[in-house]
Each structure stands twice: as C-alpha cells, then as structure tokens.
T-cell receptor
Framework: SQQGEEDPQALSIQEGENATMNCSYK?????LQWYRQNSGRGLVHLIL?????REKHSGRLRVTLDTSKKSSSLLITASRAADTASYFC??????????????FGQGTTLQVKP | DADVTQTPRNRITKTGKRIMLECSQT?????MYWYRQDPGLGLQLIYY???????NKGEISDGYSVSRQAQAKFSLSLESAIPNQTALYFC?????????????FGPGTRLTVL
C-alpha cells in the first residue's frame, strides 16, 4: 500500500516559474524525504525534513511539513528545463524505533518548458 | 549513483524462465533494498536486508526471492517469471547515518517478460 499520495500527478510550467508539489501520508513519521527521478533512471535524494521541523531550504528547494495535517510540500523556485523529472516523497514511518523502510508516493511528473 | 551498480541493465526473457538480477555496492552500507517500479507509479518494496544474516519481505515479495551473499551484494531472483513482473527494478542502499534512512539507488534493471 502507498503511504504517500502526491498531488498533482503531472505539472507543466514555463521556465522561470515556481513549481509546487504536495504529498500527504497516513501514519506517524520520523522524517519525510523527497527524491528526484530522471526518466528511466534511479532516484536521487534531494532533501529531508524531520518530524520536528516545519520548513527546510536547500538551494532552490523549499520543503514544508505539517504533521497535524500529515502533509508536505516541495517548492522549486525559478524552475529550469533541467528540473524536468519525476519527484517522489518518501516517508520514514515510525515502527517502534526501527526506521527500516521508506514508503514512496506515486510521484509528480514535472515538465518545465524552455 | 555509480557506487551502486546493477546487472543486467536490460533483460528480455520468456514466461517460466528463472531470472537473477544482481546488485553490488561500494558504499559500505549494511542495508540493501529491492524495489519494483511500474510505469507511472511509485516504488514498491520487494525485499530488504539490514545485514548479511537478515532478510525481510516487503510489500510485494510473492514470486521473488533474494540472497545476500555479502555486505556488498544483494541479488533478486524471479523463480518462474510471468508477464506481470515486467517492470523497472531498483536496488538501493542505506546506512542509517545520523538515524536517517537516506537511500542511494542503482541505475535500475528494465525487465521484460514475454
């Protein structure tokens, strides 16, 4: 079963615009991570936010986490054509201290038009 | 990530054949994972291993088996391949550094079962 539900499933914007993707999850978590996947390739870790954090920045990326709503958002500012990829949230759910598994959402496919 | 390699990268096989996908890592991580990705979907966990003597089933282990031959090697077998096992398969590793399960992915194996 998928813990993460991502919205929208697909997003198309012009270069220079901002892109926002949302992720909702169901169970308590230790942290939430965002990954990027270029077409047909392996996933690459982008950024992690812990359950006691509300916002985090890394370059043009901004992640927010609202544990009361069990949701997170990823904002990519000043998008570039090279940002075209699929983006996945992954939750590290809390199992009595065993953070052994990540549960991935279905992803948002972002297209940035030059 | 070049530190996590998968062989073969592409494989076409027939229904009923036994197939082995191999994963090797030079990151020195204890934890290794096998995922399956179907078109337009997120990743589903097949099996995972926290060390050489530890093997755990994931969400979709039926029809699959694994072997952790060494810390650096984790192989996935399809005992009798069927067409609905056609998918992209990813291996991943992590070491839980700082209590965080950040995962590092291989480039993937594209498997087609005819």
């Amino acid at each position: 079963s998928q813990q993460g539900e991502e919205d929208p499933q697909a997003l198309s914007i012009q270069e220079g615009e901002n892109a926002t993707m949302n992720c909702s999850y169901k169970t308590s978590i230790n942290n939430l991570q965002w990954y990027r996947q270029n077409s047909g390739r392996g996933l690459v870790h982008l950024i992690l936010i812990r359950s006691n954090e509300r916002e985090k920045h890394s370059g043009r990326l901004r992640v927010t986490l609202d544990t009361s709503k069990k949701s997170s958002s990823l904002l990519i500012t000043a998008s570039r054509a090279a940002d075209t990829a699929s983006y996945f949230c992954a939750t590290d759910a809390f199992f009595s201290g065993n953070t052994g598994k990540l549960i991935f959402g279905q992803g948002t496919t972002l297209q940035v038009k030059p | 990530d070049a530190d996590v390699t998968q062989t073969p990268r592409n494989r076409i096989t027939k229904t009923g054949k036994r197939i082995m996908l191999e994963c090797s890592q030079t990151k020195g991580h204890d934890r290794m994972y096998w995922y399956r990705q179907d078109p337009g979907l997120g990743l589903q966990l097949i099996y995972y291993s926290f060390d050489v003597k530890d093997i755990n089933k994931g969400e979709i282990s039926d029809g699959y088996s694994v072997s952790r031959q060494a810390q650096a090697k984790f192989s996935l077998s399809l005992e009798s391949a069927i067409p609905n096992q056609t998918a992209l398969y990813f291996c991943a590793t992590s070491d839980l550094q700082g209590g965080v399960n950040e995962q590092f992915f291989g480039p993937g194996t594209r498997l087609t079962v005819l």
